[in-house]
Nanobody, 115 residues
Framework: VQLVESGGGLVQPGGSLRLSCATS????????MRWSRQAPGKERELVAY????????TYHASVKGRFTISRDNAQNTVFLQMNSLKPEDTAVYYC?????????WGQGTQVTVSS
């Protein structure tokens, strides 16, 4: 199982970024996917969830209305579109999935929101 995030970077407040998580090694369409983040000195928190077919999505209250999770089951990839970014969104962002009773994580991608 491999999860590889990309798309992070430095962006000004109010800007946008689109994160991608390319996956391999498992049947992507069978599993729900998640985006989490961890800021320095803080615990990792779940940001967004999407069901295996994309019919159900949920969001942390702090990002609702600004972030959108989506997936392309043909490309085995999950996305996180982040708009109206705030300095408090600064964190390392990880994608993950529970597969056969084990949670797999990517290596993370840094998002920094600063002027």
């Amino acid at each position: 199982v491999q999860l590889v995030e990309s798309g992070g970077g430095l962006v000004q407040p109010g800007g946008s970024l689109r994160l991608s998580c390319a996956t391999s090694g498992f049947t992507f369409t069978n599993y729900d996917m998640r985006w989490s983040r961890q800021a320095p000195g803080k615990e990792r928190e779940l940001v967004a969830y999407i069901s295996n077919r994309g019919g159900t999505t949920t969001y942390h209250a702090s990002v609702k209305g600004r972030f959108t999770i989506s997936r392309d089951n043909a490309q085995n990839t999950v996305f996180l579109q982040m708009n109206s970014l705030k300095p408090e969104d600064t964190a390392v962002y990880y994608c993950s999935s529970y597969i056969d009773f084990r949670q797999y994580w990517g290596q993370g991608t840094q998002v920094t929101v600063s002027s």
